[in-house]
């Protein structure tokens, strides 16, 4: 796919496993079957190898997370992290988002042994306490993910907490933030969901699912600011296939109405979609600008650095 920069963040979706299924996540349907969209693999290490070395003169960061699975899933995550970083004379850093209950405690070792750069960090999507965690992460194990996250912690990675804030779980942000401190995160932010956009989901999941400050979509959006354009990034997602960014191909994984053609599609054509301003198009709901911000952007309602 012909961009009109050079790549510097990569956003990479290593597979579509998982051992969890969030009720609002595109891999399954309301937290149950698989999304029929979604095709369930691991990417291939040759491709990844390949992806690397075609912008290895301009990565600064691999973001290893994506739209349909856990990155803890691939078997081979360590390696792919080790060839990034040895492809690129160790200057990438390295981020991975996981929701932490994969993997054990020599593994954890061992992925902090990878991310030694300063600027390297895993992201655990951790949504509560023990006790209202799994009511969205279902699947997960709170045991696990603690130890995990202490393993990764006391090996030298740098761990970040990121909480999705919920009815079920809006009391207990203090608390996360403060076992965050203690067990050793760098990082706490805690933010509200924008999606249960349909309002159905919402109605089957709001006994214990309501985002704490459902705010309805803006209806009015300025000009497109380009996300991807500005981080100078593009996503690959686990099959191999490039799209400018995370949200093209997850309106391809919903079927939306503009999902199928983003797949490789030129930039320019892209571009002359801004002009149409139709606020279901995926550009306009994340990159429009509502007032000085987006969508996106103004979803974190806490962030502290410890
Ligand atoms: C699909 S996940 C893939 C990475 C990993 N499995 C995880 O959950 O962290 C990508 C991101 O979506 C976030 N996510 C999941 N459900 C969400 C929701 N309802 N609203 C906003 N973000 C959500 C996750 O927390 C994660 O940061
Ligand atoms: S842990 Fe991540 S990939 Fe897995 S179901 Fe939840 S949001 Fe989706
Ligand atoms: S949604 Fe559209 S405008 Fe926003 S980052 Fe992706 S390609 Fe750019």
């Known amino acids: 796919m012909q961009l009109p920069y050079d790549v510097k963040l990569l956003h990479v979706e290593p597979t579509t496993h998982c051992n969890a299924h969030c009720p609002q996540c595109e891999r399954n349907i309301n937290g149950g079957m698989i999304n029929p969209t979604v095709t369930v693999q691991h990417m291939d290490i040759e491709t990844f190898k390949v992806l690397i070395n075609e912008h290895r003169t301009s990565l600064e960061k691999v973001l290893f997370c994506g739209n349909a699975g856990d990155p803890m899933m691939h078997p081979e995550i360590l ?3 080790s060839w990034a970083r040895y492809a690129c004379d160790n200057f990438v850093t390295l ?4 929701n932490g209950s994969i993997g054990n405690v020599d593994q954890w070792r061992r992925m902090a042994g990878v991310m030694t750069k300063m600027e390297d960090y895993v992201v655990f999507s951790i949504d509560g306490l023990e006790d209202t965690n799994d009511l969205y992460r279902r699947g997960t194990k ?5 130890r995990n996250a202490q393993a990764f912690i006391d090996a030298g990675g740098r761990a ?3 909480m999705l804030v919920f009815d079920h779980n809006q009391h207990q942000v203090e608390a996360c933030e403060q076992l965050a401190h203690k067990i050793g ?14 309002p159905d989901m919402r109605t089957a999941y709001n006994t214990v699912l309501k985002p704490v400050e459902f705010r309805p979509r803006p209806t009015e959006y300025s000009e497109i600011k380009c996300m991807a354009q500005e981080d100078a990034s593009t996503y690959v997602d686990a099959g191999g296939n490039q799209y400018a960014c995370c949200w093209l191909a997850s309106a391809e994984n919903l079927n939306e109405s503009w999902g199928r053609p983003f797949r490789n599609l030129p930039w320019d054509q892209l571009e002359r979609q801004w002009d149409v301003q139709d606020t279901a198009h995926p550009c306009t709901r994340t990159c429009g600008q509502v007032g000085v911000t987006n969508v996106y952007k103004s979803q974190w309602r806490r962030e502290v650095e410890f």
Request: charged residues 30%; aromatic residues 20%; glycine residues 4%.
């Open 79 to 81: 390696d792919m992290m």
């Open 95 to 98: 981020g991975m988002n996981t």
């Open 142 to 146: 709170w045991s696990s993910i603690m």
């Open 160 to 162: 970040h907490w990121d």
């Open 185 to 198: 995160f760098r990082w706490f932010r805690a933010k509200e969901t924008k999606r249960f956009k349909n």
